[in-house]
């Protein structure tokens, strides 16, 4: 399983980027997909996330940041408006392996949770 974040870049407050995140080996629809960033020397957070027919989203974020799947059956975009200089960090996309999405609703903001994670995109809010 490979993820690829993508999408990530420097932004003035108020603006929006949209982040996706490409899975090779790895059916974005059928499993579990969760969204983190992380800032140099904080704990990775759990930002958003998709399970079994229902979507989180951690509270500072939600009704800024919203979840898609793509039409290509292995991508998913975070759409990311309102930016604010707090949304700064690096962030990562994660998966969770197939079959294990039980108790999703409890976890899916537990970083580790998940068995595959990307490699990263920054985003920057100035």
């Known amino acids: 399983v490979q993820l690829v974040e993508s999408g990530g870049g420097s932004v003035q407050a108020g603006g929006s980027l949209r982040l996706s995140c490409a899975a090779s080996?790895?059916?974005?629809?059928?499993?579990?997909l969760g969204w983190f960033r992380q800032t140099p020397g904080e704990e990775r957070e759990g930002v958003a996330a998709?399970?079994?027919?229902?979507?989180r989203y951690a509270d500072s974020v939600n009704g800024r940041f919203t979840l898609s799947n793509g039409n290509d059956k292995n991508i998913q975009y975070l759409q990311m408006n309102s930016l604010k200089p707090e949304d700064t960090g690096m962030y990562y996309c994660?998966?969770?392996?197939?079959?294990?999405?039980?108790?999703?609703?409890?976890?899916?903001?537990?970083?580790?949770?998940?068995?595959?994670w990307g490699q990263g995109t920054q985003v920057t809010v100035s």
């Open positions: 994660a998966a969770r392996r197939y079959g294990e999405c039980y108790f999703w609703a409890n976890n899916w903001s537990r970083k580790t949770w998940y068995a595959y």
């Open positions: 080996g790895y059916t974005v629809l059928s499993g579990c």
């Open positions: 998709r399970g079994p027919s229902n979507t």
